[in-house]
């Protein structure tokens, strides 16, 4: 038997002592968001026992939809008294394992926070409920002229409160920065139901400590966020797409540092390496080349002249390195139809085995190439099928393994892989996750990358948010033997 995060976990799930799974927690949980929803069928507890990360599960004994600050209050208060975990999920979308309820418990779907609540064209900031979905908040402040950037490939699913909690990048990174760079102010719930806000709209405030920040990639572990207050800018006049096929990933790598030196900050820099563009040609059929090593998908985007000119200069710097092919899409559809290779990697590539494995490991630019020739050499070290593709604009890898979760020697083999994967990255002074979160998926490697003293120091900040280790319990942390006395 161990402890996770103060709770007393049996190979069947949480101890009977801790949890009560008995109707009165079902009847309370109904008095507080009313019968409709509380969700206990089976099938519903099966559909909520895993995210988008493969191989992680665990059942939750009740789904709550909340619609109010004070519903969510009140339900963390009764798991706070009753000691059950609360695992806080938008879609469900993450790949990190960071909604898995490990230690069984409510799941809290937030989807039900889903209103736009206000476009403040004067401060130009947006306020939303967390399960506002990302793309439907793109398009309604598009609609008024204004741009809110971070673009995760799951935007058409994911929720804006997922965005924030997890931290989520996106390919528009490079130039705009990530979902950290939009949030202005937070209203949240502590695990022992206090309603509180940190930030607002302005854009400077340096008044305390920045909660708003120490929330934002949280993972639903500290506090459970319910509206958000996020900045916006004026959307791009155009827009333009081009792909540069490249017969050496160093060249594709060299043509990234080179642009930037250039002084030219494209919006989007994405890459994929030679297999996966072949499983992605032999999925979408986009006509690409076999026999390069590499293609760079770039977007710029700005005033007209200068996205021609930015296009036409990193072109030239592209043929001066080698690239050898150029294409520049002449319209919006061209563009479109470009991108496609990237948007359709992870679909094209999880139809080759039962089990797509796909990480983060994230360098600095000037690292890109030797990554990728580091991740090649693994692969073939351990007999794993790695694909790679990612933002090469910030060095955010996703070397993908397609494998069989069946075959336990083999998932050996792509965990020895993965791990010296991120051993390389953090040698070359990268990081072993640049957008999707740390979760379950990665707890292990933590301490490497903060060190046992960062560890430390961050559990502190956990048990002062939430002092008995109801919320999301075994994410981020690995299991901890000596938290529970904390808690008494
Ligand atoms: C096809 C695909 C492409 C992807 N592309 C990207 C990408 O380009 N960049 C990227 O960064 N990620 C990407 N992801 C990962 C994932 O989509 C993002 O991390 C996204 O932000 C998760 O949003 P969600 O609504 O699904 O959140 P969930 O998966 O439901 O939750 C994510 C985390 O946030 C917590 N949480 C959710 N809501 C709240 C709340 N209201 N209060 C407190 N905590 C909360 C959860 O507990 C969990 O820890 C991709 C995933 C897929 C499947």
């Given at each position: 038997m161990e402890k996770v995060l103060g709770l007393t976990v049996t190979d069947e799930g949480v101890d009977d002592c801790m949890v009560d799974t008995n109707s009165s927690i079902r009847s309370r949980l109904c008095a507080i968001v009313?019968?409709?929803s509380v969700r206990d069928s089976a099938n519903e507890r099966h559909a909520y026992s895993y995210d988008a990360t493969p191989i992680v599960t665990g059942a939750p004994d009740w789904i709550v939809f909340p619609q109010t600050t004070r519903q969510v209050s009140e339900v963390l208060r009764l798991a706070n008294e009753e000691r059950i975990p609360v695992i806080p999920r938008g879609s469900g979308t993450n790949l990190a394992g960071g909604t898995v309820a490990v230690a069984a418990?409510?799941?809290?779907?937030?989807?039900?926070?889903?209103?736009?609540v206000e476009i403040d064209e004067s401060n130009l900031t947006v306020t939303v409920g967390p399960g506002v979905i990302t793309a439907d908040l793109h398009r309604a402040v598009e609609a008024r002229g204004l741009f809110y950037p971070p673009d995760p490939g799951s935007m058409r699913i994911s929720t804006i409160g997922g965005n924030v909690a997890q931290g989520a990048g996106g390919?528009?990174?490079?130039?705009?920065?990530?979902t950290k760079d939009y949030v202005l102010g937070l209203e949240y719930v502590l695990p022992t139901g206090e309603i509180l806000r940190c930030g607002g709209?302005?854009?400077?405030?340096?008044?305390?400590?920045d909660l708003t920040r120490l929330l934002v990639g949280s993972e639903g572990t500290l506090a459970v966020i319910t509206e958000l207050t996020l900045k916006l800018l004026p959307l791009p006049e155009s827009k333009r797409t081009m792909v540069v096929y490249c017969k050496r990933m160093v060249d594709a790598a060299r043509i990234v540092e080179r642009t930037i030196a250039a002084k030219i900050i494209p919006a989007t820099m994405e890459f994929l390496d030679q297999s996966t563009m072949r499983v992605v040609d032999q999925f979408a059929h986009l006509g690409l080349p076999t026999d390069v090593a590499a293609m760079l998908l770039i977007e710029q985007d700005g005033v007209e002249q200068q996205v021609d000119r930015d296009i036409d200069r990193i072109a030239q710097i592209a043929r001066k390195v080698g690239a050898t092919d150029v294409q520049v899409a002449n319209t919006p559809e061209d563009g479109a139809r470009l991108m496609a290779a990237r948007r359709s990697a992870l679909a094209a590539l999880s139809r080759l085995r039962p089990t797509t494995i796909l990480e983060d490991a994230t360098v600095p630019r000037s690292e890109l190439a030797t990554m990728v020739s580091e991740i090649e050499r693994i692969a073939e070290k351990y007999q794993v099928q790695i694909c790679t593709f990612g933002h090469a604009g910030d060095g955010n890898l996703h070397p993908t393994c397609m494998t069989d979760e069946r075959d336990a020697e083999e998932l050996e083999r792509v965990d020895a892989a993965f791990a010296e994967i991120f051993e390389v990255a953090l040698r070359l002074g990268g990081t072993i996750t640049g957008e999707h979160g740390v979760g379950m998926a990665k707890a292990k490697f933590l301490p490497k990358r903060v060190g046992e003293d960062g560890i430390q120091l961050m559990m502190r900040l956990k048990q002062a948010f939430d002092p008995n280790g109801i919320?999301?319990?075994?994410?981020?942390?690995?299991?901890?033997?000596?938290?529970q006395h904390v808690a008494e």
């Open positions: 009313g019968e409709d418990g409510i799941v809290l779907n937030m989807t039900r926070f889903n209103r736009i390919m528009r990174g490079l130039k705009y920065g990530v709209k302005n854009y400077k405030d340096v008044a305390g400590y919320l999301n319990p075994g994410k981020i942390f690995v299991r901890v033997p000596d938290w």
